[in-house]
């Protein structure tokens, strides 16, 4: 019995598939195409955002990102994020 990837219909072997939850086998690299597509990641549909919750979203993840460079730079440094 052979899985056939549920994007490309190609079977699928080995290491190189992944299980997509609700879909069924998949090669990764064409469940990480799909994935661009729909613009999802880690089970966000960022799609299905509003336009205020898409905003809140990216003040997120800059102010993750201001803190973990802040950090990198100085690992002794603890305390309120920065934000820009």
């Known amino acids: 019995m052979s899985l056939n990837c549920v994007f490309c219909k190609k079977p699928v072997f080995g290491t190189k598939g992944v299980t997509v939850p609700g879909e069924g086998p998949a090669h ?6 799909f994935t661009a597509l729909e613009r999802t990641f880690q089970a966000l ?3 299905k955002l509003s336009d205020s919750e898409l905003a809140d979203l990216k003040d997120m993840v800059l102010a993750e990102e201001n803190d973990r460079r802040r950090l990198s730079e100085d690992p002794d440094s603890e305390g309120d ?3 820009f």
């Open 45 to 47: 549909d960022i799609n």
């Open 28 to 33: 990764q690299n064409c469940y990480q195409a």
């Open 81 to 83: 994020v920065e934000l």
